[in-house]
Nanobody
């Protein structure tokens, strides 16, 4: 199982948008929690959004609710994160992740313990 590096990061002004994508391979997406995490400088990695087995309602952290949208293209084995109305506090390295057993808001979710990680992509939002 591999999670390729996320792509689509970059520098954007506050209020702008970016779309991240991450191609996953080697496993059946249906059976996994697919997620995006982020880590800002000096802070712990946090779960931003996740989908349990692609049939459940997505989970969003309060800090991004209403602005970010996670989606999965099963045919392409790719997970996306559409980020709108970006704020400077969204600046971080964003990682896609997958785990067969960890669910959003579980103990391991908050500890950022996921089985597979993408390589991360930098998102910088200027004020």
């Amino acid at each position: 199982l591999r999670a390729a590096a996320g792509v689509g990061g970059g520098l954007v002004a506050a209020g702008g948008s970016l779309r991240l994508s991450c191609k996953l391979s080697g496993f059946i997406i249906d059976d996994y929690t697919i997620a995006w995490f982020r880590q800002a400088p000096g802070k712990e990695r946090e779960g931003v959004s996740g989908i349990e087995n692609i049939r459940s309602a997505p989970y969003y952290a309060d800090s991004v609710k209403g602005r970010f949208t996670i989606s999965v293209d099963k045919a392409k084995n790719t997970v996306y994160l559409q980020m709108n109305s970006l704020k400077p506090e969204d600046t971080a390295v964003y990682y896609c992740a997958a785990d067969r057993y960890v669910l959003p808001r579980s103990a391991n979710w908050y500890k950022a313990i996921m089985e597979y990680w993408g390589k991360g992509t930098q998102v910088t939002v200027s004020s």
